[in-house]
């Protein structure tokens, strides 16, 4: 029996507004790490978004090659890491000619074939084509198969699926080429898995929402999702990645499972549990698996008052997390009031004033302000919903100076 540790979404360089986040993405890889070891895993699926943009920081880069490397314990547990919306194809695939003398596959581009051959450590690629992969490791006498199905947009899959199939449905056309793969590859014989970075849910069930934090993807073909029934009957587990919270779209006839992300990355993750997932297969038999809680990060908390004691109170107990701090007022938040809050906790994200007496719904039509009105106007408005109070007739000559220059731009 394999076991297969499941991770997705690390959004490496991530921030949460002007907080970076990455000592914290240090400390929770070092984590998944442990978790790998620990459990003896013997292949690792990281189902993209690896970075959170297109040109990543050095320090993320770093981080990402260390923890892989160490991940991979020195080449003996292969790796297969696929793009997500948030990856830059190119910058993905570069490190991989090096990358695979450790185990460490890469795979972004659906033109890319991967070499066949056996590395030092034993680990044998046996079989390759686009979008597919077949692995054999010296553990066992049984061979795993790897539907690829990194991010892609519609061009791109143009691209790969052929022009002239441009008026058809693209979700049946990728259905059907992952059905190919399966037919030709994926018998009983092996550990059949998928994994991938799109948007799944179960036709005719409900759509989960996308993370506030996440890019939303260009939905196929303009579908609104992938269906689970879109994978083969042969696959044994689908690895997802895209969606941050933990859950499986459906468990039959496959475990179709998002690992969730890392950390929180905004505040509508705040009430989620972080996990990578365990996952253990053989041959021809359902495979069985299991969330692994992640404890590393700050957590996120969404938190509402209306007296400045308890406001310092609650601050003082919970040091070590973001705020999003709703604070219900008569008018406005006082300096004096503002500056106590946010020097009793330096990890205050939001300072939202909450008028009394004013309804959510009006506060919401504040926040979408008919964008008709001056740039002034809107900036009166996003400043007081920011700052719970007018800007200063200096802040006004500052910002008209600044939107007069870009005019003349």
């Not at 948007?199 to 073909?221: A, N």
Request: charged share 25%; aromatic share 10%.
């Amino acid at each position: 029996m394999i076991k297969i540790l499941h991770t997705a979404d690390w959004h490496l360089g991530k921030r949460l507004q002007e907080f970076p986040r990455i000592e914290e993405q240090k400390l929770v890889l070092a984590e998944i790490c442990t978790i790998a070891d620990a459990e003896e895993v013997d292949l690792v699926l990281l189902a993209g978004d690896i970075f959170d943009s297109f040109n990543p920081s050095h320090e993320a880069q770093e981080l990402l090659f260390k923890t892989l490397h160490r991940l991979s314990k020195n080449g003996t547990r292969p790796i297969i890491a696929i793009a997500g919306n948030h990856d830059s194809n190119q910058l993905i695939e570069a490190p991989d000619p090096l990358a695979r003398e450790l185990g460490i596959f890469f795979y972004s581009n659906y033109q890319t074939i991967l070499p066949l051959g056996k590395l030092d450590s034993g680990i044998e690629l046996s079989a390759s084509e686009s979008g597919f992969m077949e692995l054999r490791l010296p553990k066992f006498d049984f061979p795993i198969r790897i539907i690829l199905a990194p991010y892609a947009t519609e061009v791109s899959l143009k691209t790969y699926l052929g022009e002239e199939n441009r008026e058809e449905e693209f979700r049946s056309i990728l259905s059907s080429n992952w059905q190919k793969l399966a037919d030709r590859y994926c018998s009983e014989s092996g550990v059949n898995l998928f994994v991938g970075h799109f948007y799944f849910c179960q036709e005719g069930g409900p759509m989960e929402d996308e993370p506030e934090s996440e890019r939303p993807i260009v939905h196929v073909g303009g579908t609104q999702a992938l269906f689970t029934k879109n994978l083969p009957s042969q696959v044994q587990y689908a690895a997802l990645g895209h969606l941050h919270r933990y859950h499986a779209v459906s468990k039959d006839p496959m475990p179709v499972v998002y690992a969730s992300s890392p950390l929180a990355y905004s505040f509508s993750e705040a009430a989620q549990q972080k996990q990578v997932v365990l996952v253990e297969a053989e041959p021809g038999k359902p495979v069985t698996y299991q969330a692994i809680p992640l404890q590393s990060g700050r957590s996120l908390q969404r938190v509402k008052f209306d007296n400045l004691p308890d406001t310092l109170n609650w601050l003082e107990e919970n040091p070590y997390c973001f705020v999003e701090l709703t604070y219900e007022t008569e008018h406005a938040i006082d300096a004096a009031t503002r500056k106590a809050i946010q020097k009793a906790h330096d990890g205050i994200v939001n300072l939202i004033p909450q008028v009394k007496g004013m309804g959510n719904s009006e506060q919401a039509r504040l926040q979408v302000e008919d964008l008709s009105k001056s740039m002034t106007s809107l900036f009166k408005l996003f400043y007081q919903s920011e700052k719970g109070l007018e800007p200063n007739a200096e802040m006004l000559a500052l910002f008209q100076e600044v939107i007069s220059q870009e005019g003349e731009s």
